[in-house]
């Protein structure tokens, strides 16, 4: 009797534990469903595939999440999704980077405008 009760807990618990795996499927096909709604213009099929992506967090995928942006901009109007904050910190940083040589490039050439103009003083007087 106890084979019985293991073999029908595993029955039930199993397929429990693989939904967990179909959802980056489910979400890929979603995104498909959505993007040919999308093009054939579809608006009835892109709400309500949109309604469904909406519960899905946003894909690390560039090209699904490109999808995802698109089918939620097209459904509801506006894109809800956060900047990505490694991207925006990366950015910072090589603007950051490029105004340091830009200043040392002014302080080059006109030392004397490189101290006193307040960005570039800022960078190259405080370390």
Known sequence: MNKKVLVIFCF???????????NPIRLKALLQICDAARLSSDLGTINSIAS??????????RLLATKYDECLFVAFGKNETAPDINSLIGQIEEIALQLEQDCRELLEIAPSIAVTYPICKN????P
Do not use: H, M
Not at 12 to 21: K, M, Q
Not at 123 to 126: D, K, N, R
């Open 123 to 126: 960078i190259l007087l405080i």
């Open 12 to 22: 039930l618990f199993v397929p429990c534990t693989a939904i967990g795996d179909v």
């Open 52 to 61: 469904q992506v909406r519960n899905f967090e946003r894909p690390p995928d």
